[in-house]
């Protein structure tokens, strides 16, 4: 029997589009339960140790558009997915310390994890 990640269940049973009203994402109430719901499972499945599901978990703070924007915990969540081995996790943890966004600007650093992968 093969078993799924946790996140490859949310992307089959969790649909939370965000429908864009002016200038900022209007989500609905039962659209944004389930976008807390999968926040919570990939939380839980990042904690297990899938690097993965840490970087689709950053992405979903540093997005703003399914949560508050939160780009202190985006970094911490690329960063934990860099540290597992996600290039794109690196990549875009390199991208905030080359643009100085939730941390000291250090380019050295951002090239360094730029180039990971």
Known sequence: MTLLRPSILLTLAVAAPAVWCGACPCISAPDRQKAVSEAAWLSKSCELGYAADCNELSMLYAGGRKLPRDEARAAEL???????GHTDGCFKLGGLYEQGRAMAKDEARAAELSSTG
Request: hydrophobic content about 15%.
């Open 78 to 84: 690329y960063r934990k997915a860099c540290d597992r």
